[in-house]
């Protein structure tokens, strides 16, 4: 009852196939360079863009996007601390502490290129952020019996994967619906949209500029001694992410016209549907590629230290989440929609 209870979304199955394949059958390495993950995550992210115009940060309201950037904040820096501790690079820290405090796989490769990190860096990120994307999945809609408009806005306060926190959250409106838990299904699914989707999903564009400014003033200053060129903050910086802001600003102004209630009822089904079908493609091919380009041996040599590092984020992102959520902004989550 894995596909009925928990829905897990395509992406996903398409993950484990390729991890099963690579890891169990096995695959020739010539057949890596056909496996293009940059390019299906890069096309993910613009359409991404199109299906979030800049008018639902302001349908978000200030407590979804205050509640967002203080689990950002406080995840990444957690992560990226840790990390430095344990000894890793910087560049894999900031990669690490991007993918748990922005939007996981997307906001890995981003950031990634942005620092500068090495080759392994973004598959060991990914691997962690999906692993623990899945455990998510699982825990928490069976945590705690909370209202449908709480649990949605916990779930995307901690979860790290747009299609495993969909998955969660849809899990726990199902429970709604059916009497299970106080709410309904729609409570659930939109308190996530608002804290992971518009409120931690939009800033990738934001944090992979300030990461790129950081590692090329700071960072490789300090490695080399040289002047820092401003020029290559530019080429650092991952252009796909403009993609994402443009294609968002040609949505806003297509979509100007209409409020949230028209914008669910009219333009959602029509224009925004089409287009989450075409990013769910691309997720599905990225994932697939994702697993069929990562071996575990691999991957195994770069020790727990990596893990280690992600989940004390995890359990930040956790018990922060559930405060914001369930205790200081209960009243208004518990209200979404009315």
């Keep these: 009852m894995v596909g009925g209870t928990y829905n897990l979304e395509p992406p996903l199955v398409a993950l484990v196939a390729g991890l099963t394949i690579s890891n169990l059958v096995g695959l020739p390495r010539w057949c890596n360079a056909g496996f293009r993950v940059e390019f299906y995550i890069k096309l993910g992210i613009v359409l991404l863009g199109a299906t979030l115009p800049l008018t639902l940060i302001v349908w978000a309201g200030p407590i979804a996007l205050l509640q967002a950037s203080i689990v950002s904040i406080a995840t990444f820096l957690v992560i990226y601390q840790v990390s430095v501790r344990l000894g890793l690079d910087r560049r894999l820290a900031a990669t690490l502490g991007a993918g748990g405090a922005v939007c996981g796989v997307s906001a890995a490769i981003a950031v990634s290129s942005a620092v500068g990190a090495k080759k392994e860096h973004a598959p060991i990120a990914i691997t962690v952020v999906i692993v623990w994307a899945i455990v998510m999945i699982f825990a928490l809609p069976l945590a705690l019996q909370l209202p449908a408009g709480v649990s949605g806005a916990w779930i995307g306060s901690s979860e790290f994967a747009d299609a495993a926190g969909f998955a969660a959250a849809q899990t726990y409106g199902d429970l709604a619906a059916h009497g299970v838990v106080p709410g309904t299904a729609d409570q659930s699914i939109w308190a996530f949209t608002l804290m992971k989707v518009v409120g931690r999903d939009v800033w990738i564009g934001i944090w992979a500029f300030v990461l790129a400014l950081i590692a090329t003033t700071r960072w490789e200053r300090s490695e080399s001694g040289a002047e820092p060129r401003l020029a290559e903050i530019w080429w650092r910086f991952p252009k796909f992410v403009l993609g994402f802001l443009g294609a968002s600003v040609i949505v806003t102004a297509a979509t100007a016209g209409y409020s949230l209630a028209d914008f669910n009822k009219i333009v959602n089904p029509a224009f925004v549907a089409p287009i989450k079908d075409l990013r769910t493609w691309a997720f599905i091919f990225c994932f697939l590629s994702i697993g ?47």
């Design 292 to 338: 069929l380009t990562t071996r575990f041996r691999e991957l195994a040599a770069a020790g727990a230290k990596p893990f280690v590092a992600f989940s004390s984020g995890v359990a930040v992102n956790v018990v922060l989440g559930f405060a914001l959520s369930a205790l200081v902004f209960a009243s208004h989550w518990a209200a979404l929609g009315h």
